[in-house]
Every structure is written in structure tokens, then in C-alpha cells.
Antibody, heavy 121, light 107 residues
Framework: EVQLVESGGGLVQPGGSLRLSCAVS????????MDWVRQAPGKGLEWVGR??????????EYAASVKGRFTISRDDAKNSLFLQMNSLKTEDTAVYYC????????????WGQGTLVTVSS | DIQMTQSPSSLSASVGDRVTITCRAS??????LAWFQQKPGKAPKSLIY???SLQSGVPSKFSGSGSGTDFTLTISSLQPEDFATYYC?????????FGGGTKVEIK
């Protein structure tokens, strides 16, 4: 069974940093593209960024709103995905979801349950 | 960036109704379009990918169509468990973008 479990959310002050993790199981992690998607309270979905798989050299893509502040990384040996968030702003307050893309496509077939990040003084 | 415009933003429907939601892309995306269902307090769930392919385990009352810039999601016979918010998303060009959502409510 495919499982994605996020952790690391919490309350942080503006300008602060936070690192989110996503522990995965039930599939060969290194084969898949992985993404982070966020949802501000009461709002719609916003793509944050992507890490490609091992075959594509783990290259990354980011939304303009987070580029230069957020970094996506992964540890295939530990079946884990990470989102390092620096210089946090109040507008980064959201539930953050990790998602998986299937081996032969680029949409999101599985989502984690999400972790809430609140940026506030 | 590709803008994804969903309509309507909300609708009221009765159990048994046929419901259609539309999604328009600001430029052509071929068939690189997915649909998701989200219930309050829950993560989104994949319904449709490649515009018209049904995600494994999703009931056949859900169907998708379209290509290029205009897409539709149809629920053939609305059931109580289908009341939720639905999002389209393009994965053709970065940045990946979502529609604003369509909230389906009980009439």
C-alpha cells in the first residue's frame, strides 16, 4: 500500500526556517517524481515544487513564489522527501502536502495527509 | 504561466443529478490535465488523469473529456459522498497550475 506521511509543521515567526519531511512506503521511491503542494486556509491548491527521480538526476523545479527560499531534497535510502523553507513569510501559512507522480506520468496519483505550517509573530 | 479557469465556482445539485464542471486553460496543454476531489479537512484525491483516464479505484460515474484548452469533468449521477470541491490541474508546462476549484453542494 502506497503511503505518504508528512511531518515537521508548526508555528514559526516571519523570517524563520522550517524543514518538512515526507516518509514514504509501499513503492520504489527512487523511481518517482515527488512534489510539494500547499493550501492556504480556506483557499485553493498551489504547487510549490518538484524533484525528479534518480534517472533524471534529481533535478528540481519551483514555483516563483518560493524560488530562492525553499529547497526540495530527497534521501532515497531513507525513503524520505524534504522541504527546507527559509525566510518564511506570513503568506506561506498553509497545509503542505507531499505528492507522488506515477512512474510513467507527471500528474499526482497519491497525496499525503498534509502538515500545517503557520507563520506568525 | 498557464491560467486554469474553472466554472462554475460553486453549484447546488440534488442526489441523482448529472453534474458537469468545466476547466479552461489559457494556452494549449494537449491532454495533460488532471481532476481531483477534496472533502473538508482531507487531502485531495486523484480522479482523472490525461484528461479522460480514470484513476484506479475511482467509480465509473466520473468521466473526463477535452483536449487543448477546454476540458470537462462529469459526474453521471450525484451521490451524497460526491459533495466536495473539485480541482483541475495542468501538468504540461512549469509552473504546474490548478484551477480555483468548484464546490459542489447539496440542493
Amino acid at each position: 500500500e502506497v503511503q505518504l506521511v508528512e511531518s515537521g509543521g508548526g508555528l514559526v515567526q516571519p523570517g524563520g526556517s522550517l524543514r518538512l519531511s515526507c516518509a514514504v512506503s509501499g513503492f520504489t521511491f527512487s523511481d518517482h517524481y515527488m512534489d510539494w503542494v500547499r493550501q492556504a486556509p480556506g483557499k485553493g491548491l498551489e504547487w510549490v515544487g518538484r524533484t525528479r527521480n534518480k534517472a533524471n538526476s534529481y533535478t528540481t523545479e519551483y514555483a516563483a513564489s518560493v524560488k530562492g527560499r525553499f529547497t526540495i531534497s530527497r534521501d532515497d535510502a531513507k525513503n524520505s522527501l524534504f522541504l527546507q523553507m527559509n525566510s518564511l513569510k506570513t503568506e506561506d501559512t498553509a497545509v503542505y502536502y507531499c505528492t507522488r507522480s506515477p512512474r510513467d506520468n507527471y500528474y499526482f496519483d497519491y497525496w499525503g495527509q498534509g502538515t500545517l505550517v503557520t507563520v506568525s509573530s | 504561466d498557464i491560467q486554469m479557469t474553472q466554472s462554475p465556482s460553486s453549484l447546488s445539485a440534488s442526489v441523482g443529478d448529472r453534474v458537469t464542471i468545466t476547466c479552461r486553460a489559457s494556452q494549449g496543454i494537449s491532454n495533460s490535465l488532471a481532476w481531483f476531489q477534496q472533502k473538508p479537512g482531507k487531502a485531495p484525491k486523484s480522479l482523472i488523469y490525461d484528461a479522460s483516464s480514470l484513476q484506479s479505484g475511482v467509480p465509473s460515474k466520473f468521466s473526463g473529456s477535452g483536449s487543448g484548452t477546454d476540458f470537462t469533468l462529469t459526474i453521471s449521477s450525484l451521490q451524497p459522498e460526491d459533495f466536495a470541491t473539485y480541482y483541475c490541474q495542468q501538468y504540461k508546462i512549469y509552473p504546474l497550475t490548478f484551477g480555483g476549484g468548484t464546490k459542489v453542494e447539496i440542493k
